[in-house]
Each structure stands twice: as C-alpha cells, then as structure tokens.
C-alpha cells in the first residue's frame, strides 16, 4: 500500500476538538454509510442521516456497519433529502454537509438555491488535495469539479478560497501556479493573459494572503529541474501548493491521470457556501471521503 503520509497527519490534526454536526446527504449506499460512521469513529463528524431511514438501515445491517446512536432525519428521494440536508445547515442544525450516494447535481441545486440554500458572497468553488506515494508534500488541485470554464472574476474566486483553505489546514501561504500551455504571455492564448491579470489583481491586493505566479506550463509549476532550464526561477517555480487549471476539463483529466497513473490518493471539498460541503465521487474510496472529513472540520473551524 503507498504511503499517503500527509493525508495522514490531516486525519490526526483534525482529530482535535469536538466534532462538529454534519448532515449526510442521502447515504444510500454501503461506503457512503461506512464513512460516515469511520469518521464519528475518529472525531471528525457527528453524522446526521438525511435519506429513506429503513433503507440506509437495511443497507447497513447487510454491510455488519453499527448505526447505535445515529440521528436520521427521514427523506424519501435525493431532491428531498438535498433540501432537508440543507434546511439543517441554515437552522444551525448542522456546520458541515457531505454527500452521500446521490447525484451531485441534485445536491448542488439545493445548494445554489438562491432563496433557501447556502450561497454567501463567494463563488461555489472545489478543492482537490492530492498526496502521493511518499510525495514531499501535497498540493492542491482547483477547480476541477463545479466550475466548467470560469471567468476572470470566477477564477479569483477559485484561487482566494483555495488559498483560504491552504492556511486552514496549516500549510502555510501557499506558492499558487496558474496554469496553461505556456509560460509566455501570447494574446493567442486567452488563459495566458488571465494568468497575468490574476497575477496583477494579487499585486494589487484583490487575491490575498498568497503568492501567485502565471502562466506556468505543468512542468515548470512542480518540476525544479525544468524551470532551471528554461531559466524561469520565482518563488513559486517548481514548487507549486496550488495548481489553478485552466478550466474543468483540464483539471479532470489532471486529477484523474494523477489517481490513475500516478497513483496518488485524493480528497475533496467545495468551498464559497455556508459551510465546507464534503463532496466525493461515488467510487471514492473510505480513506478519501476521511480525508475530505478531515479537510471540512478544520475548514469550518478556522471560520470560527
């Protein structure tokens, strides 16, 4: 098994302190439950079900998964239990929300509700943090789940809230590469003067509490032997915390080729509503939705 040992210290950090409510949405499927269930075990979450109570019991017997002291809150379908998750969170009922085994587009609509749901002045933005095998340290991927191709001011967003989460987890100012195909400005390549314009709004105290370069190409954000080379040395050069990509379907196939061929582990989290929203891919693995557990409650922790 790889060695995924920062993720591993985040599980051990966040294990501090009280655990915080979470309302589970929708937890129709044994990993959804058994995670849920692992993370109370470790003090990351208190778990709220939201979903058909009978049938997350069946489903839990069937798995030998222990429900003892659980809280359910009954929802008969995923557009229920997504706006009964979400009622919780705005009655103060609940400081986190995790998704379960429901389509996320359901869950995301109770979400982005602009009369109930949990919008703040933030965009909606999502974090991967990806740690691999006895990786030197972690870094962050965003975004590469919520936001298809985001503008200049959505991009802005993206970067603040990754930089914000950076420093809740306790990393420190994160060295943030926006990337693209090239480290050269060229007006052919509109990613490449984004980059810039986000640089300067950083100059200009518009994205703060990081240190931002870009355009970057891959190779230069992560790789210090290919930015000596093409002698480009800035403090972010080779040795990127943030990858800002392009837009979703560059991230996607970042993180998936990381997963997949890389082999690194990864968690997530979308940040910008009320309160952090642990969201995971149906086939996320146990450690992966611990992870985002772990990432949401010293997220909402440092908002505190």
Same mark, same amino acid.
């Given at each position: 098994m790889?060695?995924?040992?920062?993720?591993k210290?985040?599980?051990?950090?966040?294990?501090?302190?009280?655990?915080?409510?979470?309302?589970?949405?929708?937890?129709?499927?044994a990993?959804?439950? /058994?995670?849920?269930?692992?993370?109370?075990?470790?003090?990351?979450l208190?778990?709220?079900f939201?979903?058909?109570?009978e049938?997350?019991k069946?489903?839990a017997?069937?798995s030998?998964?222990?429900?003892?002291g659980v /809280?359910?809150?009954e929802?008969a379908g995923?557009?229920?239990?997504?706006?009964?998750? %979400?009622?919780?969170?705005?009655?103060?009922?609940?400081s986190?929300?995790?998704?379960?085994s429901?389509?996320?587009?359901?869950?995301?609509?109770a979400?982005?509700n602009?009369d109930?749901g949990?919008r703040?002045?933030?965009?909606?933005?999502?974090v991967?943090?990806m740690?691999?095998p006895d990786?030197?340290?972690?870094y962050?991927i965003?975004d590469?789940?919520?936001?298809?191709?985001?503008?200049?001011?959505?991009?802005?967003?993206i970067?603040q809230? #990754?930089?914000d989460?950076?420093?809740?987890?306790?990393?420190? @100012?994160?060295?943030?590469a926006?990337?693209?195909?090239? /480290?050269?400005?060229n007006p052919?390549?509109?990613?490449?003067?984004?980059?810039?314009?986000?640089?300067?709004?950083?100059d200009?105290?518009?994205?703060?509490?990081?240190?931002?370069?870009g355009?970057?190409?891959?190779?230069?954000?992560?790789?210090?032997?290919?930015?000596?080379?093409?002698?480009?040395? @800035?403090?972010?050069?080779?040795? #990127?915390q943030?990858?800002?990509v392009?837009?979703?379907?560059?991230?996607?196939?970042?993180?998936?080729a990381q997963?997949? %061929?890389?082999?690194?582990?990864?968690?997530?989290?979308?940040?910008?509503?009320?309160?952090?929203?642990?969201?995971?891919?149906?086939?996320?693995?146990?450690?992966?939705?611990?992870?985002?557990c772990?990432?949401?409650?010293?997220?909402?922790?440092?908002?505190n």
């Amino acid at each position: 098994m790889p060695n995924f040992t920062h993720h591993k210290k985040l599980i051990e950090k966040a294990q501090a302190n009280a655990a915080p409510n979470c309302a589970v949405c929708y937890p129709c499927e044994a990993t959804a439950i /058994e995670s849920a269930i692992e993370a109370r075990k470790l003090n990351l979450l208190n778990p709220i079900f939201v979903g058909p109570s009978e049938q997350i019991k069946a489903i839990a017997q069937t798995s030998n998964i222990n429900l003892d002291g659980v /809280e359910f809150v009954e929802a008969a379908g995923e557009k229920e239990a997504a706006q009964a998750s %979400v009622a919780l969170v705005r009655d103060g009922k609940a400081s986190l929300l995790m998704k379960g085994s429901l389509h996320t587009d359901v869950l995301m609509r109770a979400v982005v509700n602009r009369d109930t749901g949990l919008r703040t002045g933030k965009r909606i933005t999502h974090v991967f943090l990806m740690d691999g095998p006895d990786w030197e340290t972690p870094y962050m991927i965003t975004d590469a789940a919520i936001n298809i191709f985001p503008d200049l001011t959505t991009k802005m967003h993206i970067i603040q809230n #990754a930089i914000d989460l950076h420093h809740a987890l306790g990393y420190g @100012t994160p060295r943030v590469a926006i990337l693209s195909a090239v /480290e050269m400005i060229n007006p052919d390549i509109p990613t490449t003067l984004e980059a810039a314009a986000l640089c300067k709004m950083a100059d200009r105290g518009q994205i703060k509490n990081g240190i931002l370069d870009g355009p970057l190409s891959f190779d230069l954000a992560v790789d210090p032997s290919s930015a000596k080379m093409k002698h480009l040395d @800035t403090p972010v050069t080779g040795k #990127a915390q943030i990858l800002v990509v392009p837009n979703l379907e560059v991230g996607n196939v970042l993180f998936k080729a990381q997963c997949f %061929v890389g082999h690194a582990d990864s968690a997530g989290l979308v940040l910008g509503a009320k309160v952090p929203i642990i969201l995971t891919s149906r086939a996320s693995s146990v450690n992966s939705r611990l992870v985002s557990c772990a990432m949401a409650k010293l997220s909402a922790a440092s908002k505190n």
